[in-house]
């Protein structure tokens, strides 16, 4: 061996992290298996940090909008370090399940045999809720991560079943909790199912298996005002805190929420932005997470009837914090829109708070919107940029629907993200 090749292995350990960082991830995983050193440089909280502070461009962010009432990738944007995106990775994970578990239930009785296997919740952590459900509306749930294939089941609630405990199928699921630090999933999970039937009577019943414990428990929260229904089918997950939406006394909806890892026996009931009397909201409301941060979006229009003309505006607010019964918005972007009438919000860029996505009527395409200098760009079905960053839209999948705006109009999205540094499920 020469002295060069020497030098080269007793490198200090700084100098080697500062290397391995520069790797792409796949790179850095297989690594581990050179030598102990970099095995163990590789799984420190400090590399992980290194690591994490080098990838805060977000070309090498991966990240989906799911259409969720037809499970498909309305928008994929993919960098270097997968080389296609969530959706297709989502896609051929079910169908592989869905593959093991039919044949796994082949010899059963009708009813016990599978019939979906589909997904109920995503996450912005790389994890996704699957629900496998047989003929007999009997019902098995699996956190799993489809790019590592790795896939968790959870245990049924309360087996041996808890006494007098009979209402278990009134239970629905309502998201998956967690909590992240430096990119990374600490306190694993929490899956929560709502009891339905209680919504309407100011108090939450959930059950919530935690990963941490590897049981199931209940929980009870009140609310602080009247609620008249709850949409739990719509979870939005941020740092142990789930968020839906609820109509309130008036029919206007509200922000639901309640932090899963707190002792607290309240739910929060956060009003969205107040708006002016003559200011008209032309859409569904548009939650997202984007920067660490709850952002809401909706396009807003006012009439100015002397001179019989109509303003529409993007308007895009951020929740900086919130009490029981109120919320901290701060409007970040108005834009002005020449026709709303024609743009239906979509979602906000998970890593780049600047940058939102519509959806345009007229020629059924994506439009990126730039809120810092009031930039509109309509997108291709697929493109490709010169940092490696593929952006696709749904038309390039091949779906066809009669009008697709008339849905769009009614329907639910939710963000799937890749987090930067690759994790087990816990």
Not at 198 to 205: A, D, F, P
Not at 322 to 329: E, N, V
Request: with cysteine.
């Amino acid at each position: 061996m020469t002295n060069r090749e020497l030098n080269l292995i007793f490198l200090p350990d700084d100098l080697w992290m500062s290397i391995l960082a520069r790797l792409p991830l796949k790179c850095i995983t297989t690594s581990k298996l050179v030598c102990k050193q970099w095995k163990s440089l590789v799984e420190s909280e400090i590399f992980r940090g290194v690591f994490l502070s080098q990838q805060q461009n977000t070309s090498s962010s991966s990240w989906s909008l799911m259409w969720r009432e037809r499970q498909i990738e309305f928008i994929a944007q993919y960098g270097c370090d997968i080389p296609r995106s969530l959706g297709s990775y989502v896609s051929s994970f079910l169908a592989d399940m869905s593959q093991t578990q039919k044949e796994s239930h082949k010899l059963f009785p009708p009813r016990e045999k599978i019939k979906t296997v589909e997904v109920v919740a995503y996450t912005n952590v790389g994890l996704i809720l699957i629900c496998v459900k047989s003929f007999s509306s009997d019902r098995n749930y699996y956190v799993a991560n489809p790019l590592s294939q790795q896939t968790v089941k959870i245990p049924p609630p309360f087996s041996p079943p808890l006494a007098g405990f009979k209402r278990e199928k009134s239970f629905r699921p309502a998201g998956l909790a967690t909590r992240i630090k430096h990119g990374v999933v600490v306190s694993g999970y929490k899956f929560v199912c709502l009891d339905t039937r209680k919504v309407n009577k100011g108090v939450l019943s959930f059950m919530i298996y935690s990963s941490e414990t590897n049981s199931w428990s209940f929980k009870t929260v009140l609310s602080p005002i009247p609620l008249f229904g709850f949409n739990h089918r719509n979870p939005v997950s941020l740092n142990g805190e789930i968020y839906w939406t609820a109509p309130n006394e008036g029919g206007e909806d509200d922000l639901v929420g309640h932090d899963f890892y707190s002792e607290s026996d309240q739910y929060n009931v956060i009003p969205f932005p107040e708006l002016n009397l003559e200011l008209v909201e032309r859409c569904n409301r548009a939650c997202t997470i984007s920067q660490g941060f709850l952002m809401y979006m909706n396009i807003i229009s006012r009439e100015f009837l002397e001179e019989l003309r109509e303003e529409n505006r993007l308007c895009v607010w951020k929740l900086e914090s919130h009490t029981a019964d109120s919320g901290d918005w701060q409007l970040v972007a108005r834009v002005l829109i020449p026709d709303g009438f024609e743009y239906i919000p979509l979602t906000i860029h998970p890593f780049d708070a600047k940058i939102a996505y519509l959806w345009k009527r007229e020629h059924h395409s994506l439009v990126s919107v730039d809120l810092k200098n009031d930039k509109f760009v309509i997108h291709k079905e697929l493109e490709r940029r010169s940092d490696n960053v593929t952006i696709k839209s749904i038309s390039y999948s091949g779906y066809e629907f009669p009008d697709p705006t008339d849905e769009i109009d009614k329907t639910y999205f939710s963000t799937f993200v890749l987090t930067p540094w690759l994790q087990r499920i816990p």
